[in-house]
Nanobody
Framework: QVQLVESGGGLVQPGGSLRLSCTASGFTFSRYAMSWYRQAPGKERELVAGIAGGGGSTKYANSVKGRFTISRDNAKNTVYLQMNSLKPEDTAVYYC???????????????WGQGTQVTVSS
């Protein structure tokens, strides 16, 4: 059975940091591109960051470039999202996605985690 289990969300003050983790099972992790999406109330789901199966290339939304870093450890079947300098507009539910296409191209194909809430507020 395919599972994507996320952790690391929570409440943080503006300017603070969080690290999200997503641990996968039930498929060949290294063959899948991994991405983080987010959806805020009243807004469409957006691609935040993605990483190719081998970790050789990454993509970021312009709004998070320089603040967020995506990485993966294929030996642990885990993808991470390090979030620094957090802003209130980063508040959203963050979802982990596994895409069978090796390169991040978007579209939300593949498997999804349950989502984890990130709230940035003073």
């Amino acid at each position: 059975q395919v599972q994507l289990v996320e952790s690391g969300g929570g409440l943080v003050q503006p300017g603070g940091s969080l690290r999200l983790s997503c641990t996968a099972s039930g498929f060949t992790f290294s063959r899948y591109a991994m991405s983080w999406y987010r959806q805020a109330p009243g807004k469409e789901r957006e691609l935040v960051a993605g990483i190719a199966g081998g970790g050789g290339s990454t993509k970021y939304a312009n709004s998070v470039k320089g603040r967020f870093t995506i990485s993966r450890d294929n030996a642990k079947n885990t993808v991470y999202l390090q979030m620094n300098s957090l802003k209130p507009e980063d508040t959203a539910v963050y979802y982990c996605n596994a895409d069978p296409r090796a390169v991040v191209v978007g579209g939300g194909l593949g498997y999804w985690g349950q989502g984890t809430q990130v709230t940035v507020s003073s």
